[in-house]
């Protein structure tokens, strides 16, 4: 037997990393177990939108807890940078959610009827974005809205926990979770592991423990396919977003384009039709895209649900094991929130019961039935 920990998390992208880190925090003796690098897989193909509001359709349940999560990126900021000396590139601008006819226009209102959103028409947008299309008639300008650099946070997270004593286990790839009297014995790549409780955080790839774990959901891939352009002289301050593509300013000079939606598509490499579908879907917002220089070009899988919300709690019949995967379009969004719930069903702490129930592993899944 190798070691004993507390807590083990496997999957160190930005939802295990986030965990480790809170509860690292509380003096918990954790440890992340990887199957590559730290943050190596769909964290590193994000954009980094902290979209609460452009992603957000459900005002009960998951608009409270994405917004609590944006929310917690302003100290989070701070806290990292101290701890690290990581920068995780929060930036300011906002999205702006763009109407190109009266339609879009009104299907935007729900949206602008939050206090935090406001419209704007194209005459007023186009005095900051001289280079947008001429065709808009306006947009929803939501300011909180900001960006910051997925693999950044994620490390933040990682080397924050390390701080506090978490241990991570890079290219340990972990096989099996076996019942051991009150604990439980995890095999892995490099030997076996006692631990008193496990949380699965394994993104996409936590199929294979819903499987093994008796448990009748599932996590569905949803291939994004992005690229990067270099912006040369063109100055744009503000994330664009029309019809599921966005443009993100990043502070690096260049612009992220993206992402395709390729369900149930398990290769993690873009293809030339997927990168052609974005070029032309960010040139009707930004026409002076075809003019510029590309910088890479990347894919990643999301983690689906059934029903668009991730799966964070305990498993129905063992208080021993958690999950927290199927994050989908918002995982970086949403890392703060998750970590800080897992922490506090760990610590068994109060959770707001809304979202016990809203994101509990055993919600039906009313495409089965
Ligand atoms: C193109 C694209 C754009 C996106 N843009 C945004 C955005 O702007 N804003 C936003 O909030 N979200 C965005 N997302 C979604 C976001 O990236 C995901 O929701 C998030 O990264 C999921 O994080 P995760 O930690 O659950 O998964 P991952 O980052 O995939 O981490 C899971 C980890 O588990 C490890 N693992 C798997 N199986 C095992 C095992 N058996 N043993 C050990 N380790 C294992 C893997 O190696 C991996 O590192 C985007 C996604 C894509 C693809």
Not at 58 to 80: G, K, N, T
Not at 94 to 117: D, H, M, R, S
Not at 130 to 142: E, F, K, P, R, V
Request: charged share 20%.
């Amino acid at each position: 037997m190798e070691k004993f920990y507390d807590v083990a998390v496997i999957g160190g992208g930005i939802i295990g990393s986030a965990i480790a880190y809170y509860l690292a925090k509380e003096k918990i003796s954790i440890a992340v177990f990887d199957s590559g690098q730290i943050s190596g897989k769909t964290t590193s193909a994000a954009a980094g939108m902290l979209g609460a509001h452009s992603e957000c359709d459900d005002l009960e349940v998951f608009y409270p807890f994405a917004r609590r999560s944006q929310q917690s990126y302003s100290i989070l900021e701070q806290e990292l940078k101290e701890l690290t000396g990581i920068d995780i590139r929060r930036t300011p601008g906002g999205i702006y959610k763009l109407a190109f006819n009266e339609t879009e226009k009104q299907e935007l209102g729900p949206l602008c009827g939050l206090t935090t959103v406001e419209w704007q028409d194209s005459r007023y947008i186009r005095q900051t974005e001289s280079a947008i299309s001429n065709d808009i008639i306006g947009a929803a300008y939501i300011e909180d809205d900001v960006h910051v650099l997925p693999q950044a946070v994620s490390r933040g997270f990682s080397q924050g926990a390390q701080m506090y004593g978490a241990a991570v286990h890079e290219y340990t790839h972990v096989y099996d979770i076996q019942k051991n009297g009150i604990g439980y014995i995890l095999k892995t790549q490099a030997g076996e592991f006692a631990v008193q409780q496990v949380i699965i955080a394994s993104g996409v790839w936590s199929n294979s423990f819903f499987q093994q774990l008796g448990l009748e959901n599932r996590i569905v891939p949803v291939k994004g396919e992005c690229l990067s352009v270099w912006k040369d002289g063109i100055s744009l301050q503000h994330t664009l977003f029309h019809e599921h593509c966005y443009i993100v300013p990043r502070n690096d000079g260049t612009l992220v384009i993206g992402a395709t939606m390729v369900e149930n598509d398990w290769s993690e490499q873009p293809t030339i039709g997927g990168i052609e579908q974005m070029i032309s879907k960010a040139k009707t917002m930004l026409p002076s895209v075809g003019g510029m220089k590309v910088a890479s070009f990347w894919a990643g899988l999301r983690p689906q649900t059934f029903d668009g919300r991730p799966f964070i709690g305990f498993h129905p019949e063992d208080n021993g094991i958690l999950f927290a995967a199927g994050h989908f379009r918002n995982g970086i969004l949403l890392a703060p929130a998750t970590g800080q719930m897992m922490r506090d069903f760990v610590l068994q702490r109060e959770v707001d019961e809304k979202w016990v129930e809203a994101f509990k592993i055993d919600r039906k899944n009313y495409c089965l039935v």
